[in-house]
Structure formats: C-alpha cells, structure tokens
C-alpha cells in the first residue's frame, strides 16, 4: 500500500531565515505530487504540483519554490521566509495516469510559523 | 477569485441528528465534486463524491447532494456522531483543470453528545 510521509511536524523559524519541507512517498512510482497550503481562515490553496522528475509547475506567485530531484521526493523550499508564510503546509500525492477526478492523498502537513 | 466557497465556517449539531454542510461554485466547468474531512493535525481524508451527471451519491451515513441549476451542493450526515466532529471540505476539479482540485475555506462541524 502506498504512504506518505511528510516532515517535520511542526516549525518555527524567524522572518529572513530559508526553509525546507520534504515530502516522499512509498510503494508506487511517478505519483503526481502536489504542495497545498491552508492560511487562517482561508481554504486549501494549491501551490506548486509535479507530474514527474524536475517538472514543477507554479500555481501562484509568491516567496516559495518547489523541487522534485527524486520520483518519489517533493521538497518545498523558500530562501527568505516573510510572516506571510506561515501557514500549515500539505502535502499530497496521486497515482499517475489516473483520472482527473480521482482523489488526492493527504499527508499530515506541517504547522509553520513564521516570527 | 474563490471558486468554492463554503459560506458557515462552523456548524453544531447534537448527536443523533443529521448535520447538512453546504458548499457553493462559480465554475461552470467544474463537472466533479469531492468532500474530505480533516481532523486537527492531520492531513485530509477523501470521504465522498459525486460526479455532474448525477445529483445524489449515497455512502453509509453520508449523502452528497448536487444542485446543477444553483451550482450548490451539500453533504448530509445522518445520524451524526461525536466523531464526526472535525473540519470538512468541499473541493472541484473539471478535465481541463490539470490535476487541480479547487478546495473551499472549510466548515468546522461540532456533534454535542
């Protein structure tokens, strides 16, 4: 069966520091991957998704990136973290070739905070 | 630009009742519909669906509705259980939306004992 597995838990860094959010999957191959963030208030707000290595498409602009160096590794990352930032980060995963209406798979996220 | 929106943020129910969660579209496009379920500090759990040739989809104790005409649709547990209590959301996507589901803000449903 497949899982994911996102980390860390939760993360405090200061305005002006970078950042680092990995998220791997296990028991498939080329999964679809996708970067998700809920801000206060407000709903899931999709980010960046990947169909396959080194493919990254951005949804909105703003102050983070995305990478996939491995089939199964989606990192997020940001060189200077703004209060904006902050946020609870989530990641989630798709068989690959499935439909487009097929749904997507959670992992536990991340509670950052920005100070 | 909130392509769904759930307009309750919150809803309180006493066990045993039925809880009815709404969620409203602005996409006309949008052809298939999700609800998920997301407890505090876990990742959103898929719970059920319904596609935009039908306007009812049953499972268990929970049914989704689909009003086409008033781009609306509604998810009614029945009856409801204390665990339920957690924050649902009610996402859409269509063919063309390239992998993307369109989330809600989420309603946060409280069942009472």
């Known amino acids: 069966s497949q899982t994911i597995h996102q980390w860390p838990a939760t993360l405090v860094q200061p305005v002006g520091s970078p950042l680092s959010l990995e998220c791997t999957v296990e028991?498939?191959?080329?999964?679809?991957l996708y970067w998700y963030r809920q801000a206060a208030g407000r709903g899931l707000q999709l980010l960046f998704y990947?169909?396959?290595?080194?493919?990254i498409s951005s949804e909105v602009p703003q102050n983070l990136s995305a990478s996939r160096p491995q089939d199964r590794q989606f990192i997020l990352s940001s060189k200077k973290l703004l209060l904006s930032d902050s946020g609870f980060y989530l990641c989630?995963?798709?068989?690959?070739?499935?439909?487009?209406?097929?749904?997507?798979?959670f992992g536990n996220g991340t509670r950052l905070t920005v100070t | 630009d909130q392509q769904v929106k759930q307009n309750s943020p919150s809803l309180s129910v006493q066990e045993g009742r039925i809880s009815i969660l709404n969620c409203d579209y602005t996409?006309?496009?949008?052809?298939?519909f999700l609800w998920y379920k997301k407890y505090p500090a876990e990742g959103p759990t898929f719970l059920i669906s319904?596609?935009?040739?039908?306007d009812k989809n049953e499972d268990g104790r929970f049914t989704v509705f689909l009003n086409k005409s008033a781009k609306h649709l509604s998810l009614h547990i029945v009856p409801s259980q204390p665990g339920d209590s957690a924050v649902y959301f009610c996402?859409?996507?269509?063919?063309?939306?390239?992998?993307?589901?369109?989330f809600g803000t989420g309603t946060l449903l409280a069942v009472q004992p």
């Open positions: 990947s169909v396959g290595i080194g493919q």
């Open positions: 996409n006309s496009m949008f052809d298939y």
């Open positions: 989630a995963w798709r068989l690959t070739g499935s439909s487009y209406n097929s749904p997507l798979h």
């Open positions: 996402a859409a996507t269509y063919g063309g939306a390239t992998n993307k589901l369109i």
């Open positions: 319904i596609s935009s040739i039908k």
């Open positions: 028991g498939t191959s080329n999964p679809n």
